[in-house]
């Protein structure tokens, strides 16, 4: 099993929920997404999504891609996020999944790709915009080195495609709460539990679901229905408006801290 495996499995056997926290690797720089990712580790994340930074994130909301503008104008690049994911391995045991486009793999290459963050210790990764019918290579090449290549569903995903969707995903199902790109919003989408239980229906995959989810409340609401809850935009702005990287690691790891505790009510 993998180590995402591995950690719902355990999750699961205690009847609890996954925290999964998003920041954009480099951003400010890779110095402090480092102390930011033991900070929130620490804090009570299950697992951690590091952005890798892409010029055109076109399925980003503007904090998002403004991080991402930050992090490349630091110098952070594909192979660098690999370095920090290695450097940070051995005083890291829980999962980190690398979310971001197409572009920067491709331009490695899909099987180089998979053998560097196998090597570097990278346990899932996620290409927003490399749909299924399109990266059955790269997905091939990810199982073989045990990286989980984690598959993307939407509310807008036809019952036969979410199936498929379900059946080919690796480690969980990331679920788009909404249509749009991401960003924090005041409040989840109206159908949400619904469209995650017919999610869950599909398989005996995790689901987990992202894309607008802002608040603690919002987190507790996820606990209730879905395996795991991703936040980005909202902690990506905490650390955006932090006055200093000291501040930007306090803020990170206190909202982190409040989103654990909201998490572990929901599941009650």
């Known amino acids: 099993m993998s180590r995402l495996a591995d950690r719902f ?7 609890h929920r996954a925290l999964i926290p998003f920041v954009t690797a480099g951003d400010p720089d890779l110095a402090a997404t480092e102390a930011l990712v033991l900070a929130i580790a620490a804090a ?36 660098r996020v ?7 391995r051995p005083r890291l045991e829980i999962p980190i999944v690398l ?19 196998a090597a570097a210790g990278v346990d899932g990764a996620i290409l927003v915009d490399m749909p299924p019918e399109e990266s059955a290579a790269l997905r091939g090449a990810l199982a073989a080195k045990g990286v989980d290549a984690i598959l993307l569903a ?16 690796r480690g969980f199902l990331y679920y788009v709460s909404l249509t749009g790109v991401t960003g924090a919003r005041s409040d989840l989408a109206a159908d949400i539990e619904a469209q995650v239980r017919r999610a ?24 209730r229905f879905a395996d795991g809850v991703v936040v980005g935009s909202a902690l990506v702005d905490r650390i955006a408006t932090a006055p200093s990287r000291e501040a930007a690691v306090t803020a990170a790891a206190a909202f982190v ?6 998490v572990a009510r929901g599941r009650c």
Do not use: W
């Open 82 to 88: 690999l370095e920090l994911v290695k450097s940070l």
């Open 9 to 15: 499995a355990a999750l699961r056997a205690r009847g």
């Open 200 to 223: 869950r229906e599909a398989s005996e995959i995790p689901v987990c679901v992202g894309f607008g989810v802002s608040r603690p409340e919002h987190a507790r609401a996820l606990a």
């Open 257 to 262: 801290t409040e989103l654990a505790a909201a």
């Open 154 to 169: 939407a509310p807008t995903t036809r019952p036969e495609r979410l199936a498929m969707l379900a059946r080919e995903t």
């Open 44 to 79: 009570g994340a299950d697992a951690i999504e590091l952005g890798v930074p892409f010029s055109d994130p076109m399925a980003e909301g503007p904090t998002i891609q403004r991080s991402s503008e930050r992090a490349l104008r630091s110098g952070t690049s594909l192979r």
């Open 99 to 117: 979310m971001g486009y197409a572009n920067p793999v491709i331009a490695m290459g899909e099987e180089r790709f998979a053998e560097a963050a």
